[in-house]
């Protein structure tokens, strides 16, 4: 039995489709003031954003729409071999059917790809299903934010080893 979902590169179609996604589930979590990710100007244009080197970043598609996605990236201000998880966010529709193990692999196999040998992640407090997953995917909270991403609302700080 497949899947009710599929996980693809992103594309400039699917833009303004994970804009939305973020907008909707960030506020959910409580996310909405300055030092969010929410406020990054990419929101809008992904596609672009992860055409940088040694980045990448995936939508999951649930009959045809755009339902959730994620991506890796260099840490800005971190050390090279350091990537970081970034803007992975679920509909409720997607949320408890495996997309976001399969999103995970995705991703850090795509940061193995690039020569990483280190993912960070950041969240906040009441992503707790993120958390968990994080956790399931072999990643360690550690106590302060690493790098300069600009988001000092979050409170919740992750690494993992690739190697």
């Known amino acids: 039995m497949s899947a009710p979902w599929r996980i693809r590169p992103i594309t400039a179609a699917d833009d303004a489709a994970m804009a939305a996604v973020i907008r909707i589930v960030m506020p959910e ?7 969010f990710a929410l406020h990054d100007p990419e929101v809008d244009w992904l596609s672009r954003a992860y055409t940088a080197p040694r980045s990448a970043y995936f939508v999951v598609e649930q009959d045809g729409c755009v339902t959730g996605g994620g991506g890796v990236a260099p840490l800005l201000g971190g050390s090279a071999d350091i990537c970081e998880l970034r803007k992975m ?11 976001g193990r ?5 991703c850090l196999d795509a940061a193995r790809d690039f020569g990483f040998r280190r993912c960070y992640i950041e969240t906040l407090t009441g992503m707790d299903a993120a958390q968990a997953l994080y956790l399931r995917s072999g990643f360690t909270r550690i106590d ?9 609302a979050c409170d919740r700080y992750y690494l993992r080893r690739l190697d």
């Open 29 to 35: 979590f409580g996310a909405m003031g300055p030092g």
């Open 89 to 99: 966010y679920f509909l409720p529709t997607l949320r408890g059917l495996g997309a």
């Open 102 to 106: 399969a999103l995970m692999t995705r």
């Open 144 to 152: 302060a934010p690493l790098g300069g991403t600009g988001h000092h």
